[in-house]
């Protein structure tokens, strides 16, 4: 079955902390996203990866395709990186596969 | 920046009522897709359209479903008869290259409430 899975479920940080979120899937992929969903409920595509490693501002995103693992990392967080990371995979055809998200919440 | 559109933002209906859920991709894509999300639930994909026609679509798609595209702009999609477990945010997203190699744009989705 192709699962997709997030770690952790919940984060809570202090602004200026180093954020780590982690993604595995069962199978290999032809590609990786990582989305993130607003507290009212709009979702932005933050990267697509199929290989290596991705940078924007803060956020920096890699894949691992031999362990069918990737992160999400964003440096120097701050209040308003508080949502919903979201990781969410495709195999191939036109569908993702989501994960159940990690609610990050960043206090001052 | 462009970006894709839906509408209504939330709609309330009542058990067996048709609805519509409209949106407006963003213009020089060519791959548009519906998903959905049941309250405390993950995103699920519901279809895939390209070329005027479904190219992919998942088990929750039954006939009570369909989709269109009538005038080269809007994606529409339609549930015949709504259930109660129907209620839930609906996303449009549109891409310009195929769903496993393209980014996605998702709309601020259409949150459908079945009473």
């Known amino acids: 079955k192709n699962e997709v899975e997030q770690s952790p479920q919940n984060l809570t940080a202090q602004e200026g902390e180093f954020i780590t979120i982690n993604c595995s899937y069962s199978?290999?992929?032809?590609?990786l996203h990582w989305l993130q969903q607003h507290p009212g409920g709009g979702i932005v595509s933050l990267f697509m990866?199929?290989?290596g490693k991705k940078k924007h501002g803060r956020l920096i995103a890699t894949i691992n395709i031999q362990e069918k693992h990737s992160s999400l990392h964003i440096t120097a967080s701050h209040p308003r990186d508080s949502a919903v990371y979201i990781c969410?995979?495709?195999?191939?055809?036109?569908?993702?596969?989501f994960g159940t998200g990690t609610r990050l919440q960043v206090f001052p | 920046e462009p970006e894709v559109t839906q509408t209504p933002s939330h709609q309330v209906t009542q058990m067996g009522q048709e609805v519509i859920l409209r949106c407006v991709p963003i213009?020089?894509?060519?791959?548009f897709y519906w998903y959905r999300q049941i309250l405390g639930q993950k995103v699920e994909f519901l279809v895939s359209f390209y070329n005027n026609e479904i190219s992919e679509k998942s088990e929750i798609f039954d006939d009570q479903f369909s989709v269109e595209r009538p005038d080269g702009s809007n994606f529409t999609l339609k549930i015949r008869s709504t259930k109660l477990e129907d209620s839930a945010m609906y996303f449009c997203?549109?891409?310009?290259?195929?769903?496993?190699?393209?980014?996605?744009?998702f709309g601020e989705g259409s949150r459908l409430t079945v009473l």
């Open positions: 990866l199929s290989s």
């Open positions: 969410a995979v495709s195999y191939n055809t036109d569908k993702l596969i």
């Open positions: 213009s020089n894509h060519l791959y």
């Open positions: 997203a549109s891409s310009v290259l195929r769903g496993s190699t393209g980014e996605l744009f």
């Open positions: 199978v290999g992929i032809s590609a």
